[in-house]
């Protein structure tokens, strides 16, 4: 077990450790404010004059139109939903966003979790023009349905960096546990969540075509590409 987890959360777990070390909560800022305009976002719209403003600005449901879907997007990502605990939504975003920061960097953190946020919603539009007969198809009631909010992205960052520093047989994890989600309870937010999936998995495979060309493009074994985690050659890095 030592040795599965040395190989599995090493290096991830050294690069954390590394980054909190050296700046402690510089580290995060990001993830922070992520936490913060959560939190803020659940309190107003639990309040009867913020409820429609915050859906006004944050809720995307498939039934509105695409241009004002995609304006509402970033924001969605830190609109929690209103049926489930906050508390589960801000350790979310605490631990995964945080962890996700300090391995990736924000900029690429905010991009991960966008993708995977997109993929979710745009999916909700596919499902619905499917029809509920179909198993990736969802029925027309659910164009009236909040999209998921972060845990989307929360799953797709989840996922990119189990890939990014080899702890597969968490990353698998993830991903199964969200296929069972949806068998158990086939709903709109826990197909969101296996589009989000699908749309991060789609990012890994161009990436890792891009770093296995360069790798055959480069001569005397050196392949141009960043070591990556878990190889001898590379070290934890600390991220601004």
């Not at 954390?16 to 404010?33: E, Y």
Request: one cysteine or more; proline letters at 7%; a positive charge.
């Amino acid at each position: 077990m030592t040795r599965f987890a040395h190989r599995e959360w090493g290096p991830l777990f050294g690069t954390v450790r590394a980054g909190l070390v050296a700046r402690k909560w510089r580290a995060v800022p990001m993830t922070l404010a992520a936490v913060c305009l959560t939190a803020l976002f659940q309190l107003v719209q639990n309040q009867d004059w913020g409820y429609q403003p915050v859906q006004d600005i944050g809720s995307v449901r498939a039934e509105d139109p695409l241009w004002l879907s995609l304006l509402r997007t970033p924001l969605s990502l830190f609109v929690p939903a209103l049926d489930l605990p906050v508390w589960g939504a801000l350790a979310q975003v605490l631990l995964v966003f945080g962890i996700a920061e300090i391995c990736l960097g924000r900029w690429r953190t905010l991009a991960v979790a966008y993708l995977a946020t997109l993929s979710g919603t745009l999916y909700a539009r596919v499902g619905i023009a499917l029809g509920p007969d179909g198993p990736l198809g969802l029925p027309a009631t659910d164009a009236q349905v909040v999209d998921t909010g972060p845990s989307a992205a929360v799953v797709g960052l989840a996922v990119y960096v189990c890939w990014r520093y080899r702890a597969w047989w968490t990353g698998g994890a993830v991903v199964v546990a969200m296929v069972v989600e949806v068998i158990i309870k086939p709903n709109l937010a826990g197909k969101e969540h296996l589009a989000a999936i699908a749309g991060v998995l789609v990012l890994i495979a161009i990436q890792a075509g891009r770093e296995r060309g360069r790798g055959r493009g480069q001569d005397g074994g050196s392949d141009g590409v960043e070591p990556r985690p878990g190889t001898r050659s590379w070290k934890p890095p600390i991220r601004s």
